[in-house]
């Protein structure tokens, strides 16, 4: 059972828009402008279509003939037309009065979902920023409707958005000591950062539902070492994603790992509130500010234990040279994990001391450390992170591009580390990703969703795999060892073009990084007992079940991005299923 299923969806809504407004936009004038700056169009809200709501005009302040009011009831909305645009970004704000209290916001532009608005409370007429939205060329409607009512609405205003400025992302590493493959792992995704997205998937079952049904394997596993949790352990768990991690890298494919992390003590353990709910703030009386307090205290070192066991986990993927993702404390902001019940002061030092006990004293390297927050207050800073990452939940069927979250993670740390999408319920359109340039490092489908054909139908998973935008398993390379990204480097892609039972035909695209190529080479390990017997448009060599094939003399040179293939015919017995391929500047 995935641990977010007791949540309302409300909740994994407010986490998928970031729990609080971006700083609110300096009010101005009606028709003035800063210099250099492009000029913000006002619409007023009492000339919008209303539903649920009326026109009000006992506040005073307001601009023009009076605002909006009445957001009460499910379904109560306010949409605006904005008529003969020319189309592109443009950055949206809405001018709101909030006396009732910190309030949300649903934002629709022509129908679809955008996000979640924050309304921090206030008396007094204020601004806030919604992010970037996307109009097409003529007539649009941006709608806001209810979420969390009793708001005021006077007016929206609409400003071409600037041009995103490159990214500051080094791909630098936080831990001195981190591993080999760590670095090259981190340095992969700095290059592809901004060009594609990687997919992934959470739970090995479930990932090999998705690769079944959608033909195509996602480049991430998602796993987590919530079942390696000692006060778990103690009621018989078993662990198994360690060994799992193991066997996906074998594959060729990245690991990532959350730790839903039992509560060390304190598990109330009644019908609700049972042992394994352990993770939950109402499923433990643990009080991780008290433990933090007090080193001397039996569950200061009962948090020293159970970080040391996660630690032996770690051990043995770093022994086996393999990098991982790691996401521990995630989402605790949203105070319904015991590690964020108290605050971000507990929840920031707790990270230190996870960071601090698995690299000083437990010796564990092979880490690229996450933040799971858009909260700046909540960041632990970034001597400690190397990249920040956000869960979005929006409604079933929303494909948008969690665009104003993007731009929140990117507030957090100045642009200078990646973002990714750690959780997704329903996967972003890649579309739409490229047009408002939401730039995320990867997205990993949460277990279930995959199969949730309101969240994301198979057609619609089908086209996102097929995407050349997103990186596949297919497509990965080795990014273990700094030959799957960046200048100099290509991917190849694996594709059965024939198969009659005993024998087939396969077809291998390869294509070039950011630099051109003046010659490549491509590898892979077969599974079963495959054998190349013929080729074409390439030289293959085949010892045991690793085959090396190198460009002919008239498709070595690759302009940058630019594409060649080859092809060959094999037998087989058994399954024949598709080999990792791993693709090298020759």
């Known amino acids: 059972m995935a641990p977010h299923a007791p949540h309302p969806r409300r909740l994994l809504r407010l ?28 619409y007023q809200a009492e000339n919008g279509t209303l539903d649920g709501v009326s026109v009000g005009t006992s506040v005073s302040g307001y601009q023009g003939a009076g605002y909006v009011e009445g957001f009460d009831d499910p379904g109560d909305s306010l949409t605006i037309t904005v008529p003969d645009s020319p189309g592109g970004l443009y950055s949206l704000s809405v001018h709101y009065a909030g006396p009732y209290g910190d309030k949300k916001a649903n934002v629709l532009v022509n129908g679809d979902g955008v996000g979640e608005v924050s309304l921090p409370a206030t008396t007094t007429w204020s601004d806030a ?37 490159p990214h500051k992302v080094t791909g630098e590493l936080t831990d001195p000591r981190a591993t080999p493959e ?112 007090d080193p001397a205290s039996a569950d200061h070192k009962l948090l020293l234990r159970d970080i040391d066991a996660i630690a032996v986990q770690l051990r043995r993927l770093q022994d086996a040279g393999i990098p991982v993702l790691w996401r521990p404390l995630h989402e605790a902001e949203g105070g319904w994990f015991w590690w964020g019940a108290k605050g971000p002061g507990p929840a920031k030092a707790l990270y230190r001391l996870v960071h601090d006990r698995l690299t000083e004293v437990d010796g564990i390297h092979n880490l690229i450390w996450q933040w799971n927050s858009v909260d700046p207050a909540w960041y632990p800073g970034d001597d400690v992170v190397d990249m920040v990452t956000a869960d979005s939940y929006p409604p079933a069927g929303d494909h948008g591009p969690v665009a104003l979250t993007y731009d929140k993670e990117l507030a957090l740390t100045g642009d200078t580390k990646p973002a990714a999408l750690s959780e997704v319920g329903t996967v972003p359109d890649p579309d739409l990703l490229r047009a408002y340039r939401a730039d995320w490092s990867y997205f990993v489908t949460w277990a279930g969703y995959e199969q949730d054909a309101a969240a994301n139908s198979l057609d619609f998973l089908k086209r996102v795999y097929a995407d050349r935008y997103v990186i596949t398993l297919d497509e990965l390379g080795d990014f273990k060892h700094g030959t799957g990204g960046g200048a100099g480097a290509c991917t190849a892609a694996y594709r059965v073009t024939n198969d009659w039972g005993s024998g087939f035909t396969a077809d291998v695209t390869v294509k070039a990084g950011s630099s051109a190529l003046t010659g490549w080479k491509v590898t892979w390990r077969f599974a079963g007992d495959q054998k190349v017997t013929n080729y074409w448009n390439a030289t293959a060599t085949q010892s045991g079940a690793a085959v090396t094939a190198t460009n002919a003399g008239y498709n070595g040179s690759l302009p940058a991005a630019g594409t060649t293939s080859f092809g060959f015919q094999g037998s087989y017995r058994g399954p024949n299923q598709a080999p990792t391929l791993a693709c090298t500047a020759g």
């Open 15 to 42: 986490l998928a828009a970031g729990l609080l407004a971006l700083p609110a936009a300096v009010a101005l004038p009606l028709g003035t402008a800063q210099a250099d700056a492009p000029t913000a169009t006002v």
């Open 129 to 165: 920023a919604v992010g970037k939205v996307l109009l097409k060329a003529g007539g649009n409607t941006v709608t806001i409707s209810n979420d969390w009512g009793w708001y005021l609405i006077d007016s929206i205003s609409l400003t071409p958005a600037p041009a995103r400025p």
């Open 182 to 293: 760590a670095k090259s792992l981190m340095k992969y995704l700095t290059a592809h950062y901004g060009k594609d997205i990687l997919s992934g998937q959470q739970d090995a079952a479930h990932e090999q539902w998705l690769e079944g049904k959608v033909g195509k394997a996602p480049a991430i596993e998602g796993l987590d070492m919530m079942d390696y949790s000692p006060s778990r352990v103690e009621h018989g768990t078993v662990g198994t994603d360690t060994d799992n991690a193991i066997a996906w890298d074998r594959r060729g494919g990245i690991t990532a790992f959350v730790w839903h992390w039992n509560a060390p003590a304190g598990l109330i353990d009644q019908p609700g509130k049972e042992w394994w709910r352990g993770f939950y703030t109402d499923a433990t009386t643990f009080d991780v500010q008290a433990a933090l307090a």
